[in-house]
């Protein structure tokens, strides 16, 4: 498989900074997808770009002009990266599992098994970039158990992504009864960011 272009890591301030310019570059023209290493590319970019982008707008929406100071605080910097990881675990999963549903529909795509190889694929190449093991065992379960009850014969047109949203949901660190007043606006920000990669994924796709 070919050597993927972005990487996770700890997080510093730098980078809180920096991820703002990733918000254009999902605007980009690229090439065509038109084998297995592409669309494993793919998965594993356009996940950690959505799982990067919703996750520092939610805390930096919330944290204002203070959020600087937050990166002075070790405890918390434990928490953001512990909630990107596990945010990536199920963004991986719903957009492997979108894809494969969607080829499987509208391309007459039959080898679904794929859909696990690109998936422990990109879990091996995080092992790298120090994805927790524990997350990666956990993401591994979890992918097996949807795989064995989902039906990709729809899957891809009945709230694919709902999954990672909830996880944004679920492992932001943010006060508790303040994600209960963001809940909704949480929701759609993971969704609309979804909908521009379902887009990008139906331009490029040329199996």
Do not use: C
């Amino acid at each position: 498989m070919t050597k993927k272009k972005f990487t996770w890591r700890d997080l510093s301030l730098n980078d809180f900074k920096v991820y703002f310019f990733s918000l254009f570059k999902a605007f980009i023209p690229k090439k065509k997808i038109t084998n297995l290493n592409d669309l494993e590319d793919f998965i594993q970019s356009k996940s950690a770009w959505v799982s990067q982008v919703t996750l520092y707008s939610y805390l930096k929406t919330r944290m204002g002009t203070r959020y600087v100071l937050h990166f002075e605080n070790d405890e918390f910097m434990k928490s953001v990266n512990l909630a990107k990881w596990n945010i990536y675990s199920v963004a991986l999963q719903d957009l492997t599992f979108f894809i494969f549903s969607y080829l499987k529909v509208n391309s007459n795509f039959q080898e679904t098994a794929k859909a696990q190889e690109i998936f422990l694929n990109i879990l091996d190449d995080e092992t790298t970039n120090n994805m927790p093991v524990e997350i990666i065992d956990n993401a591994k379960k979890k992918f097996y158990e949807r795989f064995q009850s989902i039906n990709l014969e729809n899957y891809y047109k009945d709230l694919p992504f709902n999954s990672s949203a909830l996880a944004l949901y679920e492992w932001a660190p943010v006060a508790n009864e303040l994600k209960t007043l963001d809940r909704k606006i949480v929701l759609n920000s993971v969704i609309l960011k979804w909908d521009i990669i379902k887009k990008e994924f139906q331009d490029r796709i040329q199996f």
